[in-house]
């Protein structure tokens, strides 16, 4: 990885938007602490899976079904820590 | 004696724009409204089939908020918006629909997600395939969807049946109030159409290569591929009597029949076989040939579909003469249900105009639609649909 | 509500199935009775970069079928699968083919008709515009109710219903009201489904899929199996199987329907849906709850389906629900999604026949004390003055169906 790559809750919140489709939505406008499922964003359990793909695709990591929980996908902030664990 | 099957409202977008209203217009002006197909991707071939009655842009604004269509399908919004125009039109709230059944029907089903999941698949690997698209790409999506926004909580069928599809869906939704199983019912159809699935079709050889289709013209060559939604309200006269509402048509009958003659994508010869089933529709209405007073005809300008329907009628109507005919799908195009609304529309009175692309008869068929000189109100109208692969249906509409 | 039903008894007069425990009725009854589960490695495609790797494949058809069928080159795997099925049906129901009636009918069930072949065609046409397209014919979902009708030269009305997994039943719902009508003596239903890549991976990426065989209300569960295959009942007026001395296999007593109305991919947790089509069905069966022996389970192994299904069980049969024999057919031949509902249907045919529930594997999974069933495992568990029974088929998108079927006794004997 020799380009210069943002940092990882950045790559999150572009990815968060772009994979979900959610249209007048900026990255920037997500924060890293907020809730995204249930409250916050609303996002749901199909969401959820939806980022989990993009997630594998642009860090190049598996995510087993197990890891795929409230702990880890409470916010950008749980999910950069767990990403950054993995890579 | 069983309860009478109303139509108390109608919804329905394609090529025409959103709206009953603008689908009268079209036929009013006998116009049908093409538009170029995205040839970019190379599925086409060069000489092929290069229009289509594509629904405009931006058509569902008024209809469904982006929160709820964000992950939706083209043929979820489509049917979306189809049942909120046919319910606000007859007068429901869209919500809260306990005990409603949706039916729909759909020929090829969501095409633009099957497709990206398949090179998903394909090109990037198993892996990649999108949860999201793969949810909304089966083809109960759409009725899923319709029943999720207005809380239906009846029986939710999809039917799939090509061009026989959507008064199949209508039959089997006016069982479920027939039977009692439910108290109202949503009914229709919806499909896209694809550069792909545009693409496939011609080179199947169905679809017309010029701007027109000609239904019953001596130089037919195929028919008009189309895309769109189009639903229906059902009720029951006691139901509509105690809101108060009031009624576009009654369905009287409603049938369908099978060609086993047919190959999977083609015509058969069984005309008497479908002739049957016509007969038997017609007499679940209690209605003789000579008492229906037009025929909404499912011709699409394909040579052997077109071919079949004309058998069909004459082998049921014999020496007498056929009542005016008339065949929607010049202007609506094939798939989306534009000959289930045109025909409410004929049954509710709308004015038919003239069948855009026909000129010339043909003397094998013996059938001109027709001109669009000014037609009594109907009191019967026979809506047909034969579909390729063997499977037709027909449906009687009367008076409310 | 004022309901008309029509007065004729519908009877089951043949059934055909192939899954993953073999092609005809006696395979698979066999492999049902001995609890083993036909999930395993198969070899349809190549799964390596799939998330799982196992299915309920069901293995080369008999070779003499081939020629027995017209067209056989151009038929997809879900046409072959619902033809035999269909062939079997009809034979055992004494009736010949060509059908030769005017009031015969097919209602079939199907998610994705010929998409395995249409796979094998896309691949070619995205990458530079080959393949056949002739494979393509068959694509459509009603690929194998039409290739049913063509076979059988069926006359009358031909329809495929495709509502995902209720597909099945839906059909057979829609077979039973067309003969208790009066408007086809003859109804062929059922549904047929063949494994393929585009379901394959849209369930492992719903991550609705488990590593290991699908353990149906059991403790730890994680998930679905995939199965395939078809499953085709003959339905008769009672009267009309009787008079031609043939005997019924099963009464289907009653179809109801609903839907959730809740999620696309979620089952309400209440579980009001599948109650609601429960309780439809037996309210359409004449048959009150206390009258059902068994319920053979929608039960696709998954958290949410079964502990929703669990509720629905309760909301239905109040106190009897844990009591209830429970018999997980997808344990043993996977979810046939499109045509499980017809699956279904056969072995709880079979089951009543025979007067013994067929088991799931025992083994490996333990009772799941949140769902406390009496789900039958192991051993088959004789019910020798079994009645009636419901099969249930709860659907992604929300679409629920439940069928009653009864035992036929004769009465004069």
């Known amino acids: 990885m020799s380009e210069a790559i943002a940092a990882t809750p950045d790559r999150i919140k572009r990815l968060i938007v772009e994979s979900l489709n959610l249209e007048g939505m900026k990255p920037e406008m997500i924060e890293d602490e907020a809730p995204l499922f249930g409250e916050g964003l609303g996002l749901d359990s199909v969401d959820a899976l939806e980022l989990v793909v993009a997630l594998e695709k642009e860090f190049g990591i598996r995510i087993k079904s197990q890891e795929i929980g409230r702990e880890v996908f409470s916010s950008v902030s749980t999910l950069s820590q767990f990403i950054e664990g993995r890579t | 004696m069983k309860e009478p099957v109303l139509l108390t409202g ?35 071939l060069p000489e092929g089939a290069a229009r289509a009655g594509l629904v405009p842009p931006g058509q569902f604004g008024c209809w469904l908020s982006s929160g709820e269509s964000r992950r939706m399908s083209p043929p979820s919004k489509l049917a979306l918006a189809a049942s909120r125009m046919a319910m606000r039109c007859a007068g429901w709230s869209g919500t809260g629909e306990e005990g409603t059944a949706v039916v729909i029907s759909t020929a090829f089903g969501p095409s633009t997600n099957t497709e990206i999941l398949l090179k998903q698949i394909l090109n990037e690997g198993p892996e990649a395939a999108s949860p999201t698209l793969f949810t909304e790409s089966v083809a109960n999506a759409p009725a899923a969807q319709i029943a999720i926004a207005c809380q239906a909580t009846g029986p939710s069928l999809t039917v799939s049946q090509r061009e026989a599809g959507p008064l199949i869906a209508l039959g089997r939704a006016a069982g479920e109030l027939t039977t009692g199983r439910s108290p109202r019912a949503l009914a229709g159809a919806v499909d896209e159409m694809t550069p792909l699935l545009h693409a496939l079709l011609d080179r199947f050889g169905a679809l017309t290569r010029e701007e027109v289709a000609r239904p019953f013209d001596r130089r037919r060559s195929g028919f008009l591929a189309g895309e769109g939604a189009t639903v229906v309200t059902l009720e029951t006269a006691t139901g509509l009597k105690e809101r108060g509402g009031r009624a576009l048509a009654r369905l009287l009958a409603w049938g369908n029949a099978f060609d086993p003659t047919a190959p999977p994508t083609g015509w058969g010869t069984g005309v008497e076989a479908l002739a049957r089933g016509l007969r038997k529709t017609l007499s679940r209405a209690g209605l003789r040939p000579e008492d229906v007073d037009l025929v909404v005809s499912g011709a699409s300008g394909s040579r052997g579909g077109d071919r079949l329907e004309a058998r069909v009628l004459r082998s049921v109507w014999g020496d007498s003469p056929l009542p005016p005919v008339t065949a929607p799908k010049a202007v609506t195009g094939e798939y989306g249900g534009g000959v289930l609304g045109a025909a409410v529309l004929a049954a509710a009175g709308s004015p038919l105009g003239a069948t855009p692309g026909f000129a010339e008869p043909d003397p094998e068929l013996g059938i001109a639609p027709h001109d669009g000189s000014p037609l009594p109100l109907p009191a019967t109208v026979l809506v047909t649909s034969l579909a390729a692969g063997g499977a037709a249906a027909w449906a009687v509409l009367g008076r409310p | 509500m004022q309901r008309d039903r029509g007065s004729r008894v519908v009877a089951v007069s043949g059934v055909g199935a192939v899954c993953g425990l073999g092609w005809g009725v006696d395979a698979v009854w066999k492999g049902l009775r001995a609890g083993r589960a036909g999930i395993g490695p198969f070899r349809r495609f190549d799964h ?26 151009r038929l997809s795997i879900a046409d072959r699968f619902a033809l035999f099925a269909s062939r079997e049906a009809v034979e055992r129901a004494g009736l010949s083919i060509p059908l030769g009636e005017e009031d015969a009918g097919v209602y079939f069930g199907s998610s994705t008709g010929g998409m395995f072949e249409s796979e094998l065609f896309f691949e070619e046409f995205l990458r530079d515009r080959g393949g056949r397209l002739s494979s393509l014919a068959s694509q459509q979902v009603n690929g194998p109710g039409d290739a049913v009708a063509r076979h059988l030269g069926v006359t009358g009305p031909v329809e ?14 829609a077979a039973l009201e067309a003969v208790r009508s009066g408007e086809v003596e003859v109804a062929i239903a059922g549904g047929s489904d063949s494994l393929c890549q585009l379901t394959y991976a849209g369930f492992n990426a719903l991550r609705s899929v488990d590593e290991v065989p699908c353990r149906p209300f059991r403790a730890g569960r994680a998930g679905m199996s995939f199965g395939e295959g078809a499953a085709v009942l003959v339905l008769e007026p009672l009267e009309r199987v009787l008079a031609r001395g043939a005997e019924p296999l099963a009464v289907l007593a009653g179809a109801g329907a609903s839907c959730d109305a809740h999620h696309m991919t979620a089952p309400d947790p209440s579980g009001k849906g599948a109650a609601a089509a429960l309780s439809a069905a037996l309210a359409d069966s004449g048959l009150p709850a206390e009258a059902i022996d068994f319920v053979n389970v929608h039960g696709t192994g998954t958290p949410l389906n079964d502990a929703a299904e669990w509720q629905a069980l309760r909301q239905v049969f109040g106190e009897r629900a844990a009591e209830l024999p429970l018999v997980a057919t997808k344990a043993l031949v996977g979810h046939l999604l499109g045509c499980s509902g017809s699956l279904e249907a056969v072995a709880t045919i079979l089951c009543l026949r025979h007067g013994e529930l067929h088991p799931a594997p025992g083994a490996g999974a333990g009772a799941d004390p949140e769902l406390p069933v009496s789900l039958v495992v192991d051993e088959p568990l004789p019910l020798p003055g079994v009645r009636a029974a419901v099969s249930t088929s709860l659907a992604f998108g929300g679409s629920n169906a439940a069928l009653v079927f009864s035992r036929w006794m004769d009465r004069t004997a």
């Open chain 2, 10 to 44: 109608l919804g329905t977008i394609g090529a025409w724009g959103p709206g009953s209203d603008r689908l009268a217009e079209a036929l009013a002006r006998g116009e049908a409204p093409t538009a170029e197909v995205d040839r970019a991707a190379g599925y086409h």
């Open chain 3, 48 to 73: 390596a970069r799939h998330r799982t790797h196992l299915a309920a494949e069901a293995g080369a058809p008999p070779p003499e079928l081939a020629r027995a069928i017209p067209g056989w080159g």
């Open chain 3, 160 to 173: 495929t219903l495709s509502s995902a997994c209720a597909s099945g039943a839906l059909a057979l719902g």
